[in-house]
């Protein structure tokens, strides 16, 4: 019988290219505010999934909704806001 670490290598060989780019963790931190406001309207959601909601409970949710929505906003103008500062824009 042969060890799976010896087949390891064979299945999933380990590359140097696994880890993000720097361009790529760029965009990450540059959505962030988006991806936060995500969790937290998710964590709102999940909290009622099992009960009936309380009006503490969907103020929570417009709130990270609204919160959700303002964050989109931020980054399609901040979007919008390089493209058009570019050479040769797409404005």
Do not use: F, H, Y
């Amino acid at each position: 019988m042969k060890s799976i670490a010896a087949l390891q290598n064979l299945v999933t060989p380990w590359s140097d290219g696994l880890e993000p780019s720097d361009a790529e963790l760029d965009v990450i931190e540059w959505e962030m505010p988006l991806i936060l406001a995500d969790v937290d309207l998710l964590d709102a959601e999940i909290a009622v999934l099992d009960r009936t909601p309380s009006e503490l409970d969907e103020r929570r949710i417009r709130r990270a909704r609204r919160k959700v929505l303002a964050a989109r906003r931020a980054l399609l103008n901040q979007a919008a806001a390089v493209a058009a500062s570019m050479p040769g824009g797409a404005a």
